[in-house]
């Protein structure tokens, strides 16, 4: 029996989505934490061998520490970054990107099969970056008092980074700007984003408890200076305050564009403060190319866009479609979506405001809040595309898409577990699963987003 303290022996055989190493010993999982010591940091990477000491030990699983490597992995790589062991931000640091392929396609098969009850789930290859580096569009920096950066691996620190591997040296830029002015300062402000665009517009945004950032008219000075050069200007600056935003230099939104095979211009898409869009602008590509795919087009379908925010997929997709009914609870992303259609030309999308479970059934029972039109397109629904946040559908949701009796439903999903639960859903209401696409959205992070296809049972 183990016991707290005890030294055992440790195959690391994964990774956790917050850096653990995982492995086994006494029958217990033991999750195993990158460690600092008068050497650096260490960093598990699957393949290691290690002592580790027990620290915690609970009824199916254990915590430990690493005390000595025994056998270095051969996936194990020198960590990418030199803040890799404080911030958090990059659990597979030092795990070649190889390995990363290798533990994200089996994590999808292994939670499909145990949580979604599919039995040899069809699992295709992972679609990869050939480049996996400088990819997120979007950086989110925590404040706490003078200090800025990434929220660290212990509860409550702040990992104050220099450089990074994953956002863009022009939100590097802003944040190492902002620190200076935080330390020059009174001001008061929580958290910093930055976005930046193919377009090379950027916005950053401040979220404050306070309807000002003192001396604000020289941060923007600064940020300008900061952020321009030959490709990217500052265009917009928004203060998030009580569930409210002022703009406080610029424009509200930017302008972001998306290329397709498909068309000869790209797409655009405004994006307001708090809008949802893909952070890895190479990969979008590719996973709005596998829902495509599944979606399996003619030209005369109805397509019903659940969770649509912004309308990106379902814009994407209506130069192929009949027509694309795109729901969202979100006014903001709503108003994005409406004014997206309209700026690539789309004349076959609807976007309606409010929460799936409710509008759907509503369209499906003539009410009359409702156009006649967009009614008789619902109840002929041909494909259903779900693009949940991390927590996935609500079941009165799946109930509602299911009621559609939609032959395909497509599922786009960034957490394996919920979407497995949600396939096991599907299948007892009525639906096979087809197979999955994993599709690398977020490099050297534990994190994986999937496509799954699902067909409706003929009875």
């Not at 759907?360 to 779900?386: C, H, R, S």
């Not at 009796?405 to 497995?420: F, G, K």
Request: with cysteine; net charge negative; aromatic share 8%.
């Amino acid at each position: 029996m183990l016991e707290k303290g005890q030294n055992v022996e440790i195959e690391i055989t994964d990774i956790s989505d917050r850096g653990q190493g995982i492995g086994r010993a006494g029958g217990l999982t033991v999750f195993v934490s990158p460690f600092s010591s008068s050497d650096g940091w260490y960093i598990p990477s699957p393949g290691d061998i290690l002592k580790t000491e027990l620290t915690k030990i609970k009824k199916s699983y254990a915590f430990g520490i690493p005390v000595s490597l025994i056998s270095v992995s051969s996936k194990r790589i020198v960590p990418i970054c030199p803040h890799a062991g404080e911030c958090g931000g990059c659990p597979l640091a030092a795990t070649s990107y190889e390995m990363q392929k290798e533990l994200k396609e089996k994590r999808v098969r292994e939670t499909l099969s145990r949580i979604g009850k599919i039995k040899d789930p069809k699992v295709q290859p992972m679609l990869t970056m050939e480049e996996p580096f400088f990819y997120r569009n979007k950086a989110v920096f925590t404040v706490k008092g003078k200090k800025i950066g990434f929220m660290g691996r212990q509860s409550g620190d702040i990992a104050e980074i220099n450089e990074c591997v994953l956002i863009s040296p022009i939100a590097l830029s802003v944040l190492k700007t902002v620190r200076r002015f935080l330390l020059e300062t009174r001001a008061l402000m929580e958290r910093v984003t930055v976005r930046t665009a193919f377009t090379g517009e950027v916005m950053v945004t401040f979220d404050s408890p306070y309807d000002n950032i003192s001396e604000s008219n020289r941060l923007i000075e600064m940020l300008d200076d900061a952020v321009t050069d030959d490709f990217y200007s500052l265009e917009s600056v928004i203060l998030l305050y009580e569930n409210k935003s002022k703009t406080l230099a610029g424009k509200n939104s930017i302008t972001d564009i998306m290329k397709s095979p498909h068309r000869k211009d790209p797409f655009k898409f405004r994006l307001s403060a708090e809008s949802f869009f893909q952070i890895n602008p190479k990969m979008t590509e590719q996973l709005y190319e596998k829902v495509l795919e599944y979606a399996d087009l003619k030209g005369t379908e109805t397509v019903l866009d659940i969770y649509c925010g912004i309308g990106s997929i379902g814009i994407y997709l209506a130069e192929k479609a009949g027509y694309i009914i795109g729901i969202e609870s979100s006014k903001e992303a709503l108003d994005d979506a409406n004014r997206n259609v309209t700026v690539n030309g789309i004349t076959n999308a609807v976007y309606i405001s409010g929460r799936a479970e409710e509008v759907l059934p509503g369209l499906l029972n003539d009410d009359p809040k409702y156009d006649e039109e967009i009614i008789k397109k619902a109840k002929n629904t041909d494909v259903v595309i779900l693009d949940p946040p991390r927590a996935g559908c609500r079941r009165e949701l799946l109930e509602a898409a299911v009621s559609a009796s939609p032959e395909r439903i497509v599922y786009v999903s960034c957490d394996p577990a919920t979407l497995a639960r949600d396939v096991e859903i599907l299948t007892l209401a009525g639906y096979n699963f087809v197979e999955a696409t994993p599709v690398d959205m977020f490099p050297w992070t534990g994190h994986v987003e999937t496509v799954v296809l699902m067909s409706r049972v003929d009875k």
